[in-house]
Nanobody, 122 residues
Framework: QVQLVESGGGLVQPGGSLRLSCKFS????????IGWFRQAPGKEREGVSA????????YYADSVKGRFTISRDNAKNTVYLQMNSLKPEDTAVYYC???????????????WGQGTQVTVSS
């Protein structure tokens, strides 16, 4: 059974930084992707970033390019999302999920964590 646990969310001022962690277990696949998604109140869940377990290929939403960086530590079964220059519009619950390929569509992912709240406010 695949399990994912997010951590690292919190309250930060505009322009600040946070690093989210997604620790996963139970993955028996040699190839998978880990994606980060976010959902703000009243909005649909959107893909933020994703990374492949093998070749390191990545995806970034246009809204976060140049500010967010995704990375992985396969030995620790953990994927990170470094978020810099945060803006109030980044406020959302952030989720990580496992999927078959790097893709921004949430329907490509089948196991999800419980989410961690990120609030950007002065």
């Amino acid at each position: 059974q695949v399990q994912l646990v997010e951590s690292g969310g919190g309250l930060v001022q505009p322009g600040g930084s946070l690093r989210l962690s997604c620790k996963f277990s139970g993955l028996a696949l040699d190839y998978y992707a880990i994606g980060w998604f976010r959902q703000a109140p009243g909005k649909e869940r959107e893909g933020v970033s994703a990374i492949s377990s093998t070749d390191g290929s990545t995806y970034y939403a246009d809204s976060v390019k140049g500010r967010f960086t995704i990375s992985r530590d396969n030995a620790k079964n953990t994927v990170y999302l470094q978020m810099n220059s945060l803006k109030p519009e980044d406020t959302a619950v952030y989720y990580c999920a496992t999927g078959w390929a790097v893709h921004p569509d949430p329907s490509w992912y089948d196991s999800w964590g419980q989410g961690t709240q990120v609030t950007v406010s002065s």
